[in-house]
């Protein structure tokens, strides 16, 4: 199916983006397990998910639009093993992704692929969830004290 150029390239662009959030999501999930914080590894798991349907969604549709997914390629991934840290780092990527769908959701448009901005929005209303829940953790850390928090994720 014939995809303009510059819809092909936000959606490989995404796909790095996704491909990035799983895998950095992949390392706090590890910190997570081997600390023994089970309600926490639970919620970074759900994430991974998220982001892989993402990156499925995404894949497919390049697909569709004749193109080759590249799946090689991710950005530098920012991790910590301090957990406050690490919520911190993932909402900063969740709310870049937030920032990019929305530019490429006003691409589209300009560029009449209704169909490709569908996938987008759908995303992009994922990504405001996972601000939220990284925001709301934030704010429990904030008013219980890490320890605290840490032992509710045992
Ligand atoms: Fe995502
Ligand atoms: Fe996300």
Same mark, same amino acid.
């Given at each position: 199916?014939?995809?303009?150029?510059?819809?092909?390239?936000?959606?490989?662009?995404?796909?790095?983006?996704?491909?990035?959030?799983?895998?950095?999501?992949?390392?706090?999930? !590890?910190?997570?397990?081997?600390?023994?914080?089970?309600?926490?590894?639970?919620?970074?798991?759900?994430?991974?998910?998220?982001?892989?349907?993402?990156?499925?969604?995404? !894949?497919?549709?390049?697909?569709?639009?004749?193109?080759?997914?590249?799946?090689?390629?991710?950005?530098?991934?920012?991790?910590?093993?301090d957990f406050a840290e690490a919520l911190?780092?993932?909402?900063?990527?969740?709310?870049?992704?937030?920032?990019?769908?929305?530019?490429?959701?006003?691409?589209?448009?300009?560029?009449?692929?209704?169909?490709?901005?569908?996938?987008?929005?759908?995303?992009?209303?994922?990504?405001?969830?996972?601000?939220?829940?990284?925001?709301?953790r934030l704010?429990q850390i904030e008013a219980m004290g890490i320890d605290n928090w840490l032992s509710a994720q045992?």
């Amino acid at each position: 199916m014939k995809t303009s150029p510059k819809v092909i390239a936000a959606l490989q662009s995404r796909l790095v983006s996704e491909l990035t959030a799983r895998n950095q999501y992949a390392a706090h999930l !590890a910190f997570a397990k081997v600390a023994g914080y089970t309600k926490l590894a639970a919620y970074i798991s759900e994430r991974i998910a998220d982001e892989d349907k993402h990156v499925g969604a995404l !894949a497919n549709r390049l697909v569709l639009g004749e193109t080759v997914p590249d799946v090689t390629r991710i950005d530098p991934i920012k991790t910590a093993s301090d957990f406050a840290e690490a919520l911190r780092l993932d909402l900063a990527s969740e709310t870049q992704a937030r920032a990019d769908y929305n530019a490429d959701v006003g691409m589209c448009i300009a560029e009449g692929d209704a169909g490709t901005r569908v996938i987008f929005e759908t995303i992009l209303a994922d990504e405001e969830d996972h601000i939220e829940d990284a925001e709301q953790r934030l704010a429990q850390i904030e008013a219980m004290g890490i320890d605290n928090w840490l032992s509710a994720q045992l």
